[in-house]
T-cell receptor, first 113, second 114 residues
């Protein structure tokens, strides 16, 4: 089983739609969680952190469910500019010391007019 | 403030050739990373550094070497390139202690090995 798993999609949604992505992780000792956005042929950029209490930034809401070991990203009122790949990132304690960062393979979103 | 820069942006190598990818950051970050990204796969960590003069192996280190002689620079070397090393290479850095925080990425280097 992969340490971090995402549905690769693609998700094809019309403008204005609400869309949600989930990301599951296998290590219960995971400490930090993030969503990154990656545009085609560009570098990943931080979209938002995911806190235990949830996190909302405008049309974007991220939530963490530690019991079921998944994080989610909800996008409301989708815009054409939201079309991108969304990467889930999980950081957990490494048994060799320090922390280990795992990137999911990403979920592709296409928003259409 | 340029953030994280990478050179070159594109390169085509023949099997067996060598090259060095340069990553530079001007944010005074301690932690620096080299990843490769292949279709259908997440970013995979090649090597990383927790400070000047230190390096450590990541998930897929074979065939690569790194050096961090200066805090702002992190070099990735391919001694004898193979077609399996065709990929997009991203460098990243972070300030947060233990590497827990946001990673800032460079624009990537697209490498093709024929």
């Amino acid at each position: 089983r992969k340490e971090v798993e995402q549905d690769p999609g693609p998700f094809n949604v019309p403008e204005g739609a609400t869309v949600a992505f989930n990301c599951t992780y296998s290590n219960s000792a995971s400490q930090s969680f993030f969503w990154y956005r990656q545009d085609c042929r560009k570098e990943p950029k931080l979209l938002m952190s995911v806190y235990s209490s949830g996190n909302e930034d405008g049309r974007f809401t991220a939530q963490l469910n530690r019991a079921s070991q998944y994080i989610s990203l909800l996008i409301r009122d989708s815009k054409l500019s939201d079309s991108a790949t969304y990467l889930c990132v999980v950081i957990f304690d490494s048994h060799t010391g320090g922390f280990k960062t795992i990137f999911g393979a990403g979920t592709r979103l296409f928003v259409k007019a | 403030n340029a953030g994280v820069t990478q050179t070159p942006k594109f390169r085509v190598l023949k099997t067996g050739q060598s090259m060095t990818l340069l990553c530079a950051q001007d944010m005074n970050h301690e932690y620096m990373y080299w990843y490769r990204q292949d279709p259908g796969m997440g970013l995979r960590l090649i090597h990383y550094s927790v400070g000047e003069g230190t390096t450590a192996k990541g998930e897929v280190p074979d065939g690569y070497n790194v050096s961090r002689l200066k805090k702002q620079n992190f070099l990735l070397g391919l001694e004898s390139a193979a077609p399996s090393q065709t990929s997009v290479y991203f460098c990243a850095s972070t300030l947060a202690a233990g590497g827990l925080g946001e990673q800032y990425f460079g624009p990537g280097t697209r490498l093709t090995v024929t």
